[in-house]
């Protein structure tokens, strides 16, 4: 390796579920999911998976460069022995100044652990191509207040009251915590920027019967925009690269 070169981050994937059995015949699972994401906006990544449901969590912290934690189709309030561990976890990684990004049940995940409160959303599901506000600027965050994203996301739960010291980053009418910052090395998004479009559609049928006509329709007339998708990967990555210690050390 040369002397300018910048190593591979390694990238810990806590997996939290998998694409549900009726669609996996035609989808990859979300680790493969997640690769080809992400290896579109950077292939400096090494992934590291680590199935949180079958309790395959991290020997120690520091084990990777930094973290990022997956969707799910339980809720960070189910009582679950995997659900616990994350948490402990979560709260030492956090501790230990290591960067981490939840998303959707991620997100809500980090919000607990930091002592934010997660409930089902008295609106509704939030799901199909959602276009949110940013409104707050943060020097180590790619986004521009007043700009506005479009992403895919699927969820029931919120957050409700995020954690003290926490900032709103994004939000809209229906999810005022989309993009929650809780510290300089801990970000949370309630989007999916890993899923894409054909899985998303895929997504909102085979969930139709648990959504109301109404939000059945809005979905499945939600429009995607690829782009802002591919925005949001590249926030994320360069999140994590710009705070962990071995990457700071190389720019």
């Known amino acids: 390796m040369s002397a300018n070169a910048i190593p591979s981050f390694k990238l810990g994937l806590l997996l939290c579920d998998h694409v549900p059995d009726e669609l996996a015949p035609r989808f990859q699972d979300y680790p493969r999911m997640f690769a080809k994401a992400f290896t ?4 400096n990544i090494e992934w590291q998976l680590f199935d949180i449901t079958k309790d395959e969590l991290p020997t120690r912290a520091n084990i990777c460069d930094g973290y990022l934690i997956s969707g799910s189709r339980y809720s960070a309030n189910d009582n679950e022995r995997w ?26 995940i980090l919000a607990k652990t930091l002592r934010g409160e997660v ?16 409104n707050v600027h943060k020097t180590n965050l790619l986004l521009e207040a007043g700009s506005k994203i ?59 019967n648990e959504l109301t006509d109404e939000e059945y329709l809005v979905a499945k007339q939600s429009r995607p925009r690829p782009e802002d998708s591919k925005i949001l990967r590249q926030v994320i990555l360069d999140f ?10 190389e720019i």
Not at 40 to 43: A, C, D, K, R
Not at 240 to 249: A, D, I, M, N
């Open 240 to 249: 994590l690269f710009r705070v962990t210690k071995s990457y700071s050390k």
């Open 40 to 43: 579109s906006v950077n292939t």
């Open 119 to 134: 409930e089902k959303a008295r609106q509704g599901w939030g799901i199909g191509h959602k276009q949110y506000l940013v």
């Open 150 to 208: 479009t992403v895919p996301v699927c969820h029931q739960d919120q957050i409700t009251r995020i954690p003290d010291g926490s900032i709103r980053i994004a939000s809209n009418d229906h999810c005022q915590n989309f993009i929650i910052f809780f510290g300089n090395h801990t970000l949370g998004i309630q989007g999916h920027p890993e899923f894409e479009d054909r899985y998303l559609n895929a997504l909102i049928e085979y969930k139709k």
């Open 83 to 108: 659900i616990n561990s994350l948490m402990l976890f979560s709260k030492e990684v956090h501790e230990a100044k290591i960067p981490i990004v939840g998303l959707c049940f991620g997100l809500q």
